[in-house]
């Protein structure tokens, strides 16, 4: 997903984040379709620390503030649409991913909807 949440940083062009999220993706899609495998998703783990620690540097942002009302936060609280990285740390973020980071699903663990969908 591009363009999700947490990508609108404070400075810096909308491609040039946008394009180290492709590239992040096609080196994905490229070690799934050379493993056979049907799917991949994130860790839990790692999904975890992830937005524990973004979560962890948006407090320290002025959206955090208390006196700051704004389309940024969500109906909890929490802000979901800001990323805490300046476009160097993003990019250098996602120059290189860590397939360690994800599982890999066996083409026979798949829905047989999705399998079918999925095949390289």
């Known amino acids: 997903m591009t363009y999700g949440p947490n990508t609108n940083g404070s400075g810096g062009s909308y491609f040039s984040f946008v394009e180290s999220q492709v590239a992040y ?21 790692r999904f975890e620390e992830y937005n524990s620690e973004l979560d962890q540097r948006l407090d320290r942002m002025v959206w955090a503030h208390p006196n700051v009302h704004s389309y940024y936060r969500n109906d909890r609280g929490r802000i979901t649409t ?12 996602l120059k290189s991913a860590d397939t360690n980071d994800f599982e890999l699903e066996l083409r026979e663990q798949v829905p047989a909807g999705l399998a079918n969908a999925r095949q390289f």
Not at 25 to 45: F, H, N
Not at 82 to 93: G, L
């Open 25 to 45: 993706i096609v080196q994905i899609v490229e070690w799934l379709a050379s493993s056979k495998a049907g799917a991949v998703e994130p860790r839990r783990d």
């Open 82 to 93: 800001n990323r805490p990285w300046n476009v160097v740390d993003y990019w250098s973020m």
